[in-house]
């Protein structure tokens, strides 16, 4: 079982330039998430879905956008790409009972690590 | 708006030893809490997932409990060894479906 699957590992972007973090899983999990992490900040919620169709606003939402057009991906769009969106981005998928997050566990990608110069 | 704590940040325990982290949090409302394991340079692991109905949950040397009424949870790690250093974090949703972490703790077991 592949799990939750981000891709790149890795990259480098220079300011201004755009780009999408693939995140696909098999499971088939209606709850997905994006995630940055960044020493002494801990994991931020940037975006949310409910299923197919419905994206939220987590924690820290700006600069980023997302869409959910099947249940498998997740992809992540950094608009104009700024040092400050440096970071490990964590993709996590979840089971969901009648559309909200049900009482099973988070599971996550290994992450992809930006560095924006 | 449900903000999580997790106090110590870093932790340094001789081998062997019994350990307690704690996870606290401010909206009581919340369905379940889960414990997760990150290693350096890699993903988070789900260790534990507490529903609210439950008191505690055990796997292996690992015990949660959690206490809706106080805001808090506690890890429990009996007989710890080397390989449990990592980073351990908690995780509590908010009323719409935004799950939150804590900025977690650094563990380091002495050999």
């Known amino acids: 079982n592949a799990g939750v699957t981000q891709t790149p590992k890795f990259q480098v972007l220079k300011t201004g330039q755009s780009m999408t973090l693939q995140c696909a899983q098999d499971?088939?999990?209606?709850?997905m998430s994006w995630y940055r992490q960044d020493p002494g900040m801990g994991l931020r919620l940037i975006h949310y879905?409910?299923?197919?169709?419905?994206?939220d606003q987590g924690e820290v939402p700006n600069g980023y956008n997302v869409s959910r057009s099947t249940t498998e991906d997740f992809p992540l769009r950094l608009l104009s790409a700024a040092p400050s969106q440096t970071s490990v981005y964590f993709c996590?998928?979840?089971?969901?009972?009648?559309?909200?997050?049900?009482?099973?566990?988070?599971?996550f990608g290994n992450g992809t690590r930006l560095t924006v110069t | 708006k449900q903000e999580v704590t997790q106090i110590p940040a870093a932790l340094s325990v001789p081998e062997g030893e019994n350990l307690v982290l704690n996870c606290s949090f401010t909206?009581?409302?919340?369905?379940?809490l889960q414990w997760f394991r990150q290693d350096p340079g890699k993903g988070l692991t789900s260790l534990l997932l507490?529903?609210?109905?439950?008191r505690e949950q055990t796997s292996g040397r690992l015990n949660a409990s959690l206490d809706k009424s106080s805001g808090r949870s506690t890890l429990y790690i009996a007989a710890s060894q080397p390989g449990d250093s990592a980073t351990y974090l908690c995780?509590?949703?908010?009323?719409?479906?935004?799950?939150?972490f804590g900025k977690g703790t650094r563990l380091h077991i002495l050999p």
């Open positions: 499971m088939n999990h209606e709850y």
């Open positions: 909206d009581s409302a919340i369905y379940n």
């Open positions: 879905s409910v299923g197919a169709g419905i994206t």
């Open positions: 507490i529903q609210s109905s439950q």
């Open positions: 996590a998928s979840s089971y969901t009972r009648q559309g909200v997050v049900s009482n099973s566990p988070l599971h």
């Open positions: 995780a509590a949703p908010n009323r719409d479906d935004k799950i939150i």
